[in-house]
């Protein structure tokens, strides 16, 4: 079983849509949850980093940990065809080493 | 990209030939890591650094080493390339604000 568990999609929506990705995780000890962004042929960006368990908004997006349940949320608001991209998600083990999802593409239609 | 560049961007090469692909960076961090990115699997963690000399395996560590002899340089040796190793390998730094910042990445063909 993996240790971050991520539907690979793909998702499409419409231009304006809320777009929810969601992750779960199994290990208990992971404290710190990333989101990334990556463009076809670039490297993964850094979108939203988190801590502890709640919301945390930045502009249209918003990440949401639930650390009771191991499940962790990107919510992308009013949609734009620039989000398209594959999306992330990342947790942060000891020495500092992250372990990933295996991404979910999404595609925003015009 | 943020001070961490990748080279070569592409590279073909045959099986059973060695390959060392480089990434070098501007920012003085302590940790660096390379991962390889495959359809079904994501990103996979090889090796990493965390420092000068100081290096450990990931979870796909065999059939690649590393070294790691300047704090800006980190290199990635495949010893006797396979065809499994066709892939897409990033390195990255630990970054200012938690979280890493990743190169370009480079493309790999094993034939």
């Known amino acids: 079983q993996k240790e971050v568990e991520q539907d690979p999609g793909p998702l499409s929506v419409p231009e304006g849509a809320i777009v929810s990705l969601n992750c779960t995780y199994s290990n208990s000890a992971f404290q710190y949850f990333m989101w990334y962004r990556q463009y076809s042929r670039k490297g993964p960006e850094l979108l939203m980093y988190?801590?502890?368990?709640g919301n945390k908004e930045d502009g249209r997006f918003t990440a949401q940990v639930d650390k009771s349940s191991k499940y962790i949320s990107l919510f992308i608001r009013d949609s734009q065809p620039s989000d398209s991209a594959t999306y992330l998600c990342?947790?942060?083990?000891?020495?500092?080493?992250?372990?990933f999802g295996e991404g979910t593409q999404l595609t925003v239609n015009p | 990209d943020a001070g961490i560049t990748q080279s070569p961007r592409h590279k073909v090469t045959e099986t059973g030939t060695p390959v060392t692909l480089r990434c070098h960076q501007t920012?003085?961090?302590?940790?660096m890591y390379w991962y390889r990115q495959d359809p079904g699997h994501g990103l996979r963690l090889i090796h990493y650094?965390?420092?000068?000399?100081?290096?450990d395996k990931g979870e796909v560590s065999d059939g690649y080493s590393v070294s790691r002899s300047k704090t800006e340089d980190f290199l990635l040796t495949l010893e006797s390339a396979t065809s499994s190793q066709t892939s897409v390998y990033f390195c990255?730094?630990?970054?200012?604000?938690?979280?890493?910042?990743f190169g370009s990445g480079t493309r790999l063909t094993v034939v």
């Open positions: 990342a947790t942060e083990t000891s020495g500092s080493r992250l372990t």
């Open positions: 988190t801590y502890s368990s």
């Open positions: 990255a730094i630990q970054g200012g604000r938690g979280g890493y910042t």
């Open positions: 920012e003085n961090h302590r940790y």
């Open positions: 650094s965390y420092g000068v000399k100081d290096t």
